[in-house]
């Protein structure tokens, strides 16, 4: 088992930076890829950065390329999203998610409850 919580959420203003955290306790959390994922009032949960299980690969979700950057530290058991130039359209609730190395959800078998993200305009 991997329990996942985020932090690092809030409010901010268009153009604003912020800074998630994903802190892992459990087993093995090297060993897992890890994700962001978000979800917006009314939408579908959609992806938004993954990280290899070594760190050597990142992937990115078209719109946030550029704006966000994911990283992990395996010593501290956290993943980070790094998100700058914010956008309203990027308002959501992030969740973070371990398993495997992909964009889909259904690939990753370990979610935090998630981080509420407000841009506003």
């Known amino acids: 088992q991997v329990q996942l919580v985020e932090s690092g959420g809030g409010l901010v203003q268009a153009g604003g930076s912020l800074r998630l955290s994903c802190a892992a306790s459990?087993?093995?959390?090297?060993?897992?890829?890890m994700g962001w994922f978000r979800q917006a009032p009314g939408k579908e949960r959609e992806f938004v950065a993954a990280i290899s299980w070594s760190g050597d690969s990142t992937y990115y979700k078209d719109s946030v390329k550029g704006r966000c950057t994911i990283s992990r530290d395996d010593a501290k058991n956290t993943v980070y999203l790094q998100m700058n130039s914010l956008k309203p359209e990027d308002t959501a609730v992030y969740y973070c998610a371990a398993g495997e190395f992909a964009t889909a959800g259904d690939e990753y078998d370990y979610w935090g409850q998630g981080t509420q993200v407000t841009v506003s305009s």
């Open positions: 459990g087993r093995a959390f090297s060993s897992y890829a």
